[in-house]
């Protein structure tokens, strides 16, 4: 019996030393190492995020508290994707092209400093810009239910500046490929979350959402202060100087990250002159989608910057070319593949997802169309995803910032021109036009570049 555990252990072993080995002779076998562990670390996260939903949609319904809750969230999180996306990009870039703990500590501290600085100076404006564009964007609210979604924003400001330097946290976390814990650590939120919503129920309205949401992200913050302590990378700031790259990098990406900011925006203005429910039928109808999105996409979107990153700091563009092509051709028939199924079976599943408590067949009825195109989508976001990674690590930022904002001010005018005519679902579509332009461009654009490098 002991020899047999033991000629187990030690076939075991040499297995994974082979697979290492395997991986080991090739950095694009490497990344893809790391895509799957990434995956497979965000998983768990994804699965705990959809449960949260499924026990938000059973308590909840598609009732106004969560209208209130959702559009809140999206427009609260406008600084932080207008800034924060432009900056942990760059943020990212830079670091993994190959800097020392101690300098790296000092860059990561002083970004952070001047991006929660300017985080600071951004939100009272923005706070007080928001009554004025509110009869706009929540045109279809009542005045009580207004007044609602403006308190619910002054709650949420705890939750801005926590969530703002997490996710610069994670940027580090990404670019020293530590994906393990990268893909692990969101699962504090919607663990809380789900804790509150079942201890307070429906009766404390949005506020409970909102007090979950600000837990769950401060459980993170401290997870994470403590992870970077142990890697060295809590540093003294340096001199503002000494981020002259991050900044400018990022500075030519605000203006892609700027538009692309309003897409969720537009998204919920239009839903919300949809009706009643609307906002919540949209967002139950991204859920599952946005969580195979959220394992795929974000495992492609945080391995492919770091990768790309590192082989053209070296000099390596035939063989970055030579992975680019691969890597969509296999994402996108991989894609195909997966959401064909899902796609077929999107009200089924819609059905056994939420039809419970105060979800009804009604409920079920509106979201499947959404859930459905949301699922066409996954393919093309994951290519539009490496095409727009290769071209940051490309520095070719002025051009991603054209074509982001280009492909958001179509989206929101297939939106509304698709929502007067089909429906909410005309949302979810226009979404899927778009991704499959910039999948198209970002692809084309990045092969181009590196064919010109490689020469």
Request: proline content about 4%; aromatic content about 10%.
């Amino acid at each position: 019996m002991h020899q047999t555990q033991l000629n187990a252990s030690t076939a075991l072993h040499r297995t994974y030393s082979r697979w290492r080995s395997w991986v080991a002779a090739s950095p694009l076998r490497t990344m893809g190492h790391g895509a799957l562990v990434a995956a497979s670390a965000s998983l768990f996260a994804r699965i705990l995020g959809f449960c949260k939903e499924i026990v938000v949609a059973a308590i909840f319904g598609l009732s106004g508290a969560l209208d209130v809750y959702l559009l809140a969230f999206v427009l609260i999180g406008m600084p932080l994707s207008i800034l924060l996306n432009a900056v942990q990009t760059a943020l990212i870039a830079h670091l993994a092209a190959g800097h020392d703990n101690e300098e790296t500590g000092k860059h990561f501290s002083t970004t952070c400093i001047l991006t929660l600085t300017l985080l600071a100076i951004i939100l009272p404006v923005w706070l007080m810009l928001l009554p004025h564009l509110l009869p706009w964007l929540a045109a279809g609210f009542p005045p009580d239910k207004r007044q609602a979604l403006e308190t619910a924003l002054i709650w949420l400001v705890p939750y801005y500046f926590l969530n703002g330097f997490n996710l610069l946290a994670y940027g580090a976390l990404q670019a020293k490929r530590r994906f393990l814990v990268n893909g692990l650590l969101p699962s504090a939120t919607p663990m809380a979350i789900m804790i509150c919503v079942y201890l307070w129920g429906a009766s404390g309205g949005w506020r409970v959402l909102v007090i979950a949401l600000t837990a769950g992200v401060a459980i993170e913050s401290g997870l994470l202060l403590v992870l970077l302590a142990q890697m060295g990378l809590l540093a003294w700031p340096s001199a503002f100087r000494s981020i002259k790259a991050i900044s400018l990098a990022s500075l030519a990406l605000l203006p892609g990250t700027l538009v692309l900011a309003f897409g969720p925006l537009v998204e919920q203005a239009i839903a919300a002159a949809l009706g009643e429910g609307s906002n919540a039928a949209l967002a139950y109808g991204y859920k599952l989608p946005s969580t195979l999105q959220g394992v795929l996409v974000t495992a492609i979107g945080i391995t492919a910057l770091p990768y790309f990153s590192a082989q053209i700091a070296r000099g390596e563009y035939t063989y970055c070319l030579y992975s680019l092509n691969k890597l969509a051709r296999v994402l996108l028939v991989g894609g195909a593949l997966l959401v064909l199924p899902l796609s077929l079976f999107s009200p089924d599943i819609a059905a056994l997802l939420y039809q419970r408590g105060a979800f009804s067949v009604d409920a079920t009825a509106r979201v499947a169309p959404v859930q459905t195109a949301y699922f066409i989508q996954i393919p093309l976001a994951l290519v539009a995803m490496l095409g727009i990674r290769t071209l940051a690590a490309l520095n070719r930022n002025g051009l991603l910032s054209l074509y982001t904002g280009l492909g958001m001010l179509l989206q929101a005018l297939l939106a509304y021109a698709f929502a007067v005519r089909y429906g909410l679902s005309g949302i979810a579509w226009a979404a899927v036009i778009v991704s499959a332009l910039m999948a198209i461009s970002a692809y084309l654009s990045a092969r181009r570049t590196l064919r010109e490098l490689s020469r």
